[in-house]
């Protein structure tokens, strides 16, 4: 891979992976007395797709995208797009 590379500029490369975000899931572990009893709910299971990308050198990052199922979800419904960080 290295003597592949080795023709491009290090700017010019590129990499892109996406990852699930868990955003109301709740920790797995807390802060209890050796005493006492943790208990919890049910995991939440709502995840959205991200999409992160930057350049070999990690001088350009470019802003994430949120892969969803559907144009407009149900998560988002009071929410105008202007107002959401990623495009």
């Known amino acids: 891979l ?3 590379l080795d ?3 290090e700017n010019d490369v590129f990499n892109a992976d996406e ?3 868990f ?3 709740t920790p797995n572990r807390s802060l209890v ?3 006492e009893e943790c208990k919890g709910g049910k995991k939440s299971k709502e ?3 991200v999409l992160l990308c930057s350049n070999l050198a990690g001088t350009e ?3 994430p995208v949120v892969i969803g199922r559907s144009q407009r979800p149900r998560c988002f419904e009071n929410i105008t797009t202007s107002k959401l ?3």
């Open 23 to 25: 955003y109301r899931a």
């Open 33 to 35: 007395l050796s005493k």
């Open 61 to 63: 990052k470019l802003k």
């Open 47 to 49: 995840r959205l797709t």
């Open 7 to 9: 023709g491009f500029d």
């Open 19 to 21: 990852t699930g975000l």
């Open 85 to 87: 960080p990623v495009t």
């Open 2 to 4: 290295s003597t592949l």
